[in-house]
């Protein structure tokens, strides 16, 4: 899909800038076509004589897991920044204290202009409280910071994609579903955990497992067949299994964390006393 696009609009800007200019090493291209002209402008802010452009396919940076995309304009030249070695820290500014957030390293696309990655806002912003997104860039040894408040606000929809607990360990974790189109089918289902190091630190967890237990509570709580645990896939580092939904409407995903050991450190079974875990994500389509 946009992987393509990028590519085609790269090569495309490849032989463009090819033809009109015989020096390889320049680190910045005069682009007329936009490769995010598809994606939603979330926000965009100047310094340092650069303006910074953030895109998402998402309408506004959101609770829970967003992939972004960014370019940096040189405003002087009118002329975007291309393979500078870029990073990024989101920091929550609550009335008593700072934290950060689960977030991934920095990484150039195809185009070498747009970079990307990901963050878990675990809360939205208020009047009294708010985020700012910081991006270190360095262009031809010279590194810069930008430094912006960006409005996080709570789902469209209202369901809940995210976690915030405290397990049995005694450890407090961030669990993200990551996003998908549910379909009357076994869908694939993901979700990424990591583990609150310290208030700016939020390290991948590797290898626990995550049990679902997909629910229509308006429909006498009845569950699903062909489900399948979230597993630790190496290769995305992100938790995958199988999620059956038999028909449309709202779905409550039960679930349970599991560490190394097979000790449950937060989540509940589904009873008939029970109808609900404390853990849970929704999906209503």
Same mark, same amino acid.
């Given at each position: 899909?946009? @992987?393509?696009?990028?590519?085609?609009?790269?090569?495309?800007?490849?032989?463009?800038?090819?033809?009109?200019?015989?020096?390889?090493?320049?680190?910045?291209?005069?682009?007329?076509?936009?490769?995010?002209?598809?994606?939603?402008?979330?926000?965009?802010?100047?310094?340092?004589?650069?303006?910074?452009? #953030?895109?998402?396919?998402?309408?506004?940076?959101?609770? &829970?897991?967003?992939?972004?995309?960014?370019?940096? *304009?040189?405003?002087?030249?009118?002329?975007?920044? +291309?393979?500078?070695?870029?990073?990024?820290?989101?920091?929550?500014?609550?009335?008593?204290?700072?934290?950060?957030?689960?977030?991934?390293?920095?990484?150039?696309?195809?185009? &070498?202009?747009?970079? /990307?990655?990901?963050?878990?806002?675990?809360?939205?912003?208020?009047?009294?409280?708010?985020?700012?997104?910081? #991006?270190?860039?360095?262009?031809?040894?010279?590194?810069?910071?930008?430094?912006?408040?960006?409005?996080?606000?709570?789902?469209?929809?209202?369901? *809940?994609?995210?976690?915030?607990?405290?397990?049995?360990?005694?450890?407090?974790?961030?669990?993200?579903?990551?996003?998908?189109?549910?379909?009357?089918?076994?869908?694939?289902?993901?979700?990424?955990?990591?583990?609150?190091?310290?208030?700016? =630190?939020?390290?991948?967890?590797?290898?626990?497992?995550?049990?679902?237990?997909?629910?229509?509570? &308006?429909?006498?709580?009845?569950?699903?067949?062909?489900?399948?645990?979230? @597993?630790?896939? +190496?290769?995305?580092? /992100?938790?995958?299994?199988?999620?059956?939904?038999?028909?449309?409407?709202?779905?409550?995903?039960?679930?349970?964390?599991?560490?190394?050991?097979?000790?449950?450190?937060? &989540?509940?079974?589904?009873?008939?006393?029970?109808? =609900?875990?404390?853990?849970?994500?929704?999906?209503?389509?």
């Amino acid at each position: 899909m946009k @992987t393509i696009k990028y590519f085609f609009v790269a090569l495309m800007l490849s032989m463009a800038f090819s033809s009109c200019s015989d020096n390889n090493n320049d680190d910045s291209i005069i682009i007329s076509e936009n490769p995010l002209e598809d994606f939603n402008m979330l926000t965009s802010f100047k310094a340092n004589n650069h303006s910074v452009e #953030i895109y998402s396919e998402q309408q506004q940076f959101s609770v &829970g897991y967003n992939e972004l995309f960014f370019r940096i *304009k040189d405003d002087v030249s009118d002329s975007y920044i +291309t393979n500078a070695d870029v990073s990024w820290k989101p920091i929550m500014h609550m009335t008593s204290m700072m934290h950060s957030c689960p977030n991934s390293a920095v990484s150039k696309t195809k185009d &070498g202009s747009v970079y /990307t990655g990901y963050t878990v806002f675990q809360m939205p912003g208020n009047a009294d409280e708010y985020w700012e997104l910081t #991006i270190e860039y360095t262009v031809e040894g010279q590194t810069y910071n930008a430094t912006e408040r960006i409005e996080v606000n709570a789902p469209a929809d209202g369901k *809940k994609t995210v976690n915030v607990f405290m397990g049995s360990d005694d450890t407090r974790y961030v669990l993200a579903m990551m996003p998908m189109t549910p379909e009357v089918a076994v869908n694939d289902f993901s979700a990424m955990l990591f583990k609150m190091e310290n208030m700016m =630190s939020f390290p991948a967890v590797e290898n626990y497992k995550v049990h679902i237990d997909p629910r229509m509570p &308006g429909m006498g709580n009845h569950s699903s067949p062909n489900n399948e645990d979230l @597993t630790f896939d +190496t290769s995305s580092n /992100t938790y995958m299994g199988k999620l059956s939904l038999t028909m449309t409407g709202y779905w409550k995903i039960n679930l349970k964390v599991e560490n190394e050991t097979e000790e449950i450190l937060k &989540g509940e079974d589904i009873t008939e006393e029970n109808e =609900s875990s404390s853990l849970f994500f929704e999906i209503e389509f």
